[in-house]
């Protein structure tokens, strides 16, 4: 099968890759990783650690990409000439390639105790990893952990794939291809150019269901994925936004560049939101439980022989739609909310963007011959104070691009779409 080839450069061009290149039997790939950048027209700076350097040399880095290597050997004369705080924040993005299991639980640590793990704590950019190491170690729980607090902090993570190994075990641990790692770097890019029209905005965007304990081994839950939060978050970032997404227990990873604030239940959920701001746009695609349990119980409930089976009172959970949208100088300029209807959907949808004072709603009809809850597709009807819009069948990507379209229009100074 051919390798597949990177974007189209010119969204990357003129930006900066820090690349740190980490020991491991597979940071010779790093060289064709450099070639496809610079011809993409992105300039790549280098930081070699130590371990790196028994892979690959800094002649070479530096050969290919026309720039000095930074290195702790080189420290003191690199620190004169720019501090490692500098060095950090120099690129548009920092990626760590090939990244092993010692730099990820480095990283997760917040070590500061070479140039790379240094550059890695003190930088305020976006952060890519490409891991690669062996299969168990991949496996460990301690990598997996340590990799589910990187996503969680939104690094983005590229790979590994599967295959045979140098060391002759087969599984999940071989470096992706550069040519894949280069797609999600230019992907990155022109993600983050296609339109600054967020930038210094703030949003907070709710996503997933909520988890409402009865005892500590049982919950009410419901079906939501989280997918279209998640696709909206993402779309928001590629406009330049700041932002905070209030998750509930989801199985997808955050897009990169968003911070996370993973929460359970609705009342942890209500305090992220209320943490989150000051900010300028709310969006709530949360299935946020509408109850939760009254009494929890500490201990997990027992059966007894010929005993009734428990009654559980149901209290109401706190809206944080209509919370968010309460006015008052901390309100939002723009609240969205969302609204999951099985008939007169345009309807009730209105109803409920004039109950919960959101400025839009997002209208969907979930029955479930449509396919909508947990599939891939949306059709939505989008309510604002001007009227309904219905908008074609399309995937939850293109509804969340569209939506970000939408709401950077809102913000522009004469609120045409870009
Ligand atoms: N919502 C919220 N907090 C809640 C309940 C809902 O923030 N406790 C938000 C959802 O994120 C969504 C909107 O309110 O943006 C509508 O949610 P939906 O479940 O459709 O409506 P409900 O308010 O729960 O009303 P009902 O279930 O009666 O239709």
Redesign the pocket.
């Known amino acids: 099968m051919a390798a597949p080839q990177p974007a189209a450069p010119h969204p990357a061009g003129g930006r900066t890759v820090l690349l740190i290149v980490c020991g491991g039997i597979a940071a010779y790939k790093t060289l064709e990783l450099i070639r496809l950048l610079t011809a993409g027209g992105v300039r790549v700076r280098t930081v070699l650690t130590r371990a790196g350097a028994q892979f690959v040399t800094p002649l070479s880095l530096q050969a290919l990409t026309g720039e000095r290597v930074f290195s702790d050997l080189f420290s003191l004369t690199d620190e004169s000439e720019m501090g490692h705080i500098v060095l950090s924040r120099s690129g548009d993005l920092l990626v760590v390639c090939p990244a092993t299991a010692d730099i990820m639980a480095r990283m997760v640590t917040g070590q500061a105790d070479d140039l790379a793990s240094t550059v890695l704590l003190a930088t305020d950019k976006p952060v890519m990893i490409a891991p690669a190491m062996n299969v168990r170690m991949w496996e460990h729980p301690a990598t997996q952990a340590n990799l589910a607090t990187l996503t969680a902090r939104g690094v983005a993570v590229v790979g590994p794939e599967a295959g045979l190994m140098a060391c002759n075990e087969t599984g999940p641990g071989r470096l992706a291809e550069p040519a894949r790692i280069a797609e999600a770097i230019f992907g990155h890019f022109a993600a983050g150019v296609r339109s600054p029209s967020l930038a210094g905005r703030h949003a907070l965007v709710?996503a997933g269901p909520t988890h409402e304990p009865i005892d500590p081994v049982r919950y009410l839950a419901n079906r939501s994925s989280g997918r279209q939060g998640y696709e909206i978050a993402a779309a928001l970032a590629a406009h330049g936004a700041r932002v905070t997404l209030v998750s509930g227990p989801v199985d997808i990873p955050p897009p990169p560049g968003v911070e996370l604030r993973a929460v359970e239940t609705?009342i942890q959920m209500q305090d992220a939101c209320q943490d989150a701001l000051p900010c300028d746009i709310a969006v709530?695609?949360?299935?946020?439980a509408?109850w939760r349990v009254a009494q929890t119980s500490g201990h997990k409930m027992k059966k007894a022989p010929g005993a009734p089976p428990p009654v559980l009172t149901l209290v109401p959970?706190?809206?944080?739609?209509?919370q968010l949208s309460l006015p008052g100088p901390a309100r939002p300029a723009l609240v969205v909310?969302?609204?999951?209807?099985t008939d007169d959907v345009e309807q009730?949808a209105g109803t409920?963007r004039l109950d919960?004072g959101c400025d839009w709603i997002v209208a969907n009809d979930v029955r479930p011959e449509t396919g909508i809850m947990g599939g891939t597709e949306n059709e939505i009807t989008l309510i604002t104070a001007d009227g309904a819009e219905r908008w074609p069948r399309q995937d939850k990507e293109s509804v969340a691009r569209h939506l970000a379209r939408r709401i950077a229009a809102f913000f522009s100074p004469d609120r045409s779409v870009p």
């Open positions: 709710t609705a709530c695609t949360a299935a946020v509408d959970n706190p809206d944080i739609l209509a909310g969302f609204a999951a209807e009730h409920k919960k």
